[in-house]
């Protein structure tokens, strides 16, 4: 498939309305890294560090893991890597951690949640991120971060490793990006603060999409229940984006709904400008986008949703069939 696509690898996806759209990939182990040149990336938008602690039979060691952070940045090769810290709890459990019996583990205490109550991994993996940028610049992301007071408390835990490493002598990251996942709806209603004092914000979808619909992720019966272009999810994506926008705020979509290409670029007609996706979608959702004219798409999605439409899937479909 790649190979189908390689004419274009190292074109940008500019749209024929001269948006731009920046494309990156999701991560999570060294066997993912040479993809970011032949998929024609733009960096990996999402590495998922708790993969590299699934693998392992004990908890890594500091040194093991700013070890294992270094090869990622360097097989980046100066491209941006955003690490999204432990997301630890739900569908991911570690064999050597005592595991939580929870009635509802995907609502439960997972991710950042741990991080802040048992802050002993978290500070582990910050510092070992901080090494192994080694001077270089650091893109860091909060799981399911699901109001205000936990985006500050999980920076305020980088601001505290970063003085650790500054007095211990280490050289800091020449600059650095700390994000928040916005993985359930309640972060999109956060004040207006929260969206001035985060650096980013990437959509974690495929959690956003579960607790939007209340519909397990994991549950056959019920998941594919609720279609993505449903017009009270993009209604609410919009309003999202509208709120970043007004605070110059960047936000990208990661969940796994950005590499169909459909969905891809009805995200982008809504307004959205990163997208990261596994490896081997971004050589068709690159080669649709740049046929496209998003201001079209977007008439399309609004005539559908004035039409009270469920979806816009039919409408945009119809659209792009009659354009590619
Ligand atoms: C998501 O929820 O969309 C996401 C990117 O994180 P994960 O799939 O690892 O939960
Ligand atoms: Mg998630």
């Keep these: 498939a790649q190979k189908r696509y390689a004419s274009i690898r190292d074109l940008p996806a500019q749209t024929q309305c001269g948006k731009v759209i920046s494309l990156t990939m999701n991560a999570g182990l060294m066997a993912d890294l040479p993809s970011l040149p032949s998929s024609g990336a733009e960096g990996v938008g999402l590495f998922r560090t708790e993969l590299q602690f699934l693998i392992r039979s004990q908890m890594p060691k500091r040194a093991e893991l700013s070890a294992l952070y270094t090869r990622v940045l360097d097989a980046a090769n100066g491209q941006r890597v955003a690490f999204r810290t432990l997301d630890i709890g739900s569908d991911k459990v570690l064999s050597y951690m005592k595991p939580n019996d929870e009635p509802n583990p995907a609502m439960g205490w997972r991710a950042i949640r ?8 978290l500070r582990m993996q910050l510092q070992a991120l901080i090494r192994a940028a080694n001077g270089r610049p650091l893109t860091v ?5 699901a ?4 985006y500050r408390m999980a920076r305020a835990e980088f601001d505290k490793a970063m003085e650790r490493e500054r007095i211990l002598g280490h050289p800091l990251p020449s600059s650095f990006e700390i994000g928040a996942m916005l993985e359930t709806p309640s972060l999109a209603f956060a ?5 001035q004092e985060v650096d980013f914000i990437s959509i974690g979808g495929n959690d956003l999409k579960q607790f939007f619909f209340a519909a397990d992720r994991e549950n056959e019966r019920v998941r594919r229940r609720y279609d993505t ?6 209604t609410f994506l ?9 605070h110059n705020t960047p936000a990208s979509f990661c969940g796994e709904d950005a590499g169909r290409p459909i969905e891809a670029v009805v995200f982008a007609a809504l307004g959205l400008r990163n ?3 596994r490896p ?24 559908s949703r004035a039409r009270g439409d469920q979806s816009v899937r039919s409408a945009v479909t119809e659209y792009l069939r009659k354009q590619v």
């Design 141 to 145: 992301m909060f799981p399911f971060v």
């Design 191 to 195: 004040p207006d603060v929260f969206f």
């Design 147 to 150: 109001q205000l007071e936990e």
């Design 275 to 277: 997208l990261s996706m």
């Design 238 to 246: 919009e309003q999202l984006i509208a709120r970043c926008n007004a």
């Design 114 to 121: 741990v991080g802040l109550e048992k802050p002993g991994v």
């Design 280 to 303: 081997a979608s971004i050589g068709p959702v690159k080669h649709l986008l740049r046929r496209l004219n998003l201001d079209e798409v977007k008439a399309v999605i609004d005539e």
């Design 229 to 234: 272009l449903n017009v009270s999810f993009l």
